[in-house]
DNA sequence: GTTCCTGCAAAAGTTTTGCAAAAAT
DNA sequence: ATTTTTGCAAAACTTTTGCAGGAAC
């Protein structure tokens, strides 16, 4: 295969994502690399089914196989980049996780699927709250709010 | 077929069963009363799936296709009766839903899947408001959260 | 009598896996 | 040089669907 100009370039991202993956024995790929800045890259990108990736990184002329996206989201959760998401439909979505990122929660359009995220605290306190009640270690917590967007109630009429 | 003495018998719990599926011209069968039954009659089985679902009425002798099952799954959560849930693993799960019990929530341990329901006013109050602030009609919503239980916690060990 | 429901088997959709070749360490 | 990763195709799994016979209204 021809050089893909990616793992050799001086590029912060790779050197980050390089060094959580070989702390734990993991190697950097350039399918990695190409999905984790689908991502970071696109702000509107911000859930992504295994399809979906699959599916961009086709449309950008990347053919990278189906299997090899879902080991690479795989790997990610495991690791703490990605959260798993269940949103609503059959398939999983992955979302950016990052110390960075803060905790928020999705309100889910049942109608035409739209995803608007949001914060609060008292979601954090609950959790918290619960799992030092129930003596569990806390690893995290998923809050989804389904409902109808101010769009589709329009669009809905009585039958 | 020989009779199943089911829907013939006086019985509270399929009458309020069936004037809540004829409401809607949906039929009472007695495949759907044995699936509600089972949820009502366990308190052990509050989270069911569709295939924990056919093998409990398999192990007591009732031969019910596991398409039937998810067709009667649908039409109970479209009248409200049950809730589906996104647990963890890759199916879903079914609760019973009425508005004699309140709403609640789960904790679940990702390592034997245990899983505990609370209760937090708090995470109503939170969906009300983000409704509300981004004008959706609310439905329902979700909230799990994910840790090991105390138990798990004392049989992991550091590699 | 009409309409809805069930069971079966087949299909669809998503996710996983075995294995040889390729890439990263 | 060793060990991980990829791609492919096939398999596994959950869930859905078409259709003819049966059950509920």
């Keep these: ?5 990616f793992t050799d370039c001086a590029n912060p991202q790779a050197d980050f994502l390089k060094e959580i993956l070989n702390r ?3 190697r950097l790929t350039s ?3 190409k999905i984790l800045a689908l991502f970071s890259g696109d702000p509107l990108a911000h859930h992504l089914s295994a399809e979906e990736i699959h599916q961009r990184l086709a449309d950008q002329g990347e053919k990278i196989s189906i299997s090899t996206v879902y080991r690479a989201l795989h790997v990610m959760v495991n690791l703490g980049l990605l959260q798993e998401l269940e949103l609503a439909e059959d398939r999983k979505y992955y979302e950016l996780l ?3 990122m803060d905790q928020h929660h999705h309100l889910v359009c049942v ?4 995803v608007t995220e949001f914060e609060d605290p008292r979601i954090t306190a609950v959790s918290d709250r619960e799992t030092q009640a129930w003596g569990f270690t806390r690893l995290n917590a998923q809050f989804t709010v389904y409902g109808i967007c101010p769009h589709c109630q ?3 009429v009585a039958p």
Tied chains: 1, 2.
């Design 1 to 5: 295969m021809e050089g893909n100009g």
């Design 98 to 100: 990052g110390p960075i």
């Design 31 to 33: 399918q990695r690399q």
């Design 24 to 26: 734990e024995g993991f």
């Design 154 to 156: 329009g669009h809905l």
């Design 111 to 114: 109608h035409c699927g739209e």
